[in-house]
């Protein structure tokens, strides 16, 4: 599988960008290809998120279709499937976007909507690129992205400098639109059963009178180890962290696994298990925490009241 980790772009093949949700990934993204030199104009509901773009020294945009009025290529990072749909289609932005153009989807949806997508883009004269991205928010203000594109390869060779200014391993995962999300899904159940067996692990060492510090010191210094424990765990100690990612974004990622799943018939009997815990969190009015406190969930199953540091 080739991955385009080096990022070389060619000041003299400078492209418009228009960017839609400029949201915890999608801000430090265009912070990311205004550094490159690309001109970004952006577009986000909120009236802050605008007006940090333009501190950063974007664009600000009026409306979806305004940010897609004279790009070259239109991202959008947007938080589910109904967000891409009304930006596209119902407020103007797909009709706005000249022909010829691309529009590069990066926001997490469900394999058989991006491939009902891309015909729909490709159908009204424009180009499209599946291109979900994992890392967080860590990875979009460090521009070490992980994206899985799917689509023509030319398609994908004349966005890839934009993917690497915000990227440092692009895979192009396959030719039809669909096999990026197909991908993504597959990062996404591992996610969150990972997330879930953390908190599991670490509300049941407080049900055994073990040191929540001293056990995660030790659970990911050891065999046990995950990316997800090491990043998550931490902030499970805390009563109210800060956000990075909530709750209900993996209810969304795993009821899109869930789907996936049905769609092809597969069982996945950890990712159901771990899909329940979140959206148990989310009906306790724990949806927009940060997705760590999937933690609640075990500690309400336990009996025990809210545990965590406030504060730190």
Known sequence: MPRYSTYNVNLNDMKTVGFIGLGSMGLPMSRHLLAAGFETRGFDLREPARAAFETAGGKAAASSADAARLADTLVLMVVNAAQVEDALFHDGALKALPEGATVILGSTCSPAFVRALAKRIQAAGRRFLDAPVSGGLVGAEAGTLTIMAAGPMDVFEAVLSILQSFGDQIFHVGTDPGQGAAMKTL???????????????????????????????????????????????????????????????????????????????????????????????????????????????????NGSRQRGESGD
């Open 187 to 301: 990062n996404q159940l591992l996610c969150g059963v990972h997330a879930a067996a953390a908190a599991e692990t670490l509300a049941f060492a407080e049900e055994m009178g073990v040191d929540g510090k001293m056990a995660l010191q030790i659970l990911t210094g050891s065999a046990a180890a995950s990316w997800m424990l090491r990043d998550r765990g931490p902030r499970m100690m805390q009563a109210e962290p800060e956000v990075t990612s909530a709750v209900d974004i993996f209810v969304k990622d795993l009821g899109i696994v869930l789907d996936a799943g049905r769609d092809v018939k597969a069982a996945l009997p950890l990712a159901a298990a771990a899909y329940q815990m979140f959206v148990s969190t989310s009906a306790g009015g724990g949806g927009r925490a940060d997705d760590s406190q999937v933690i609640r969930s075990y500690r309400l199953l």
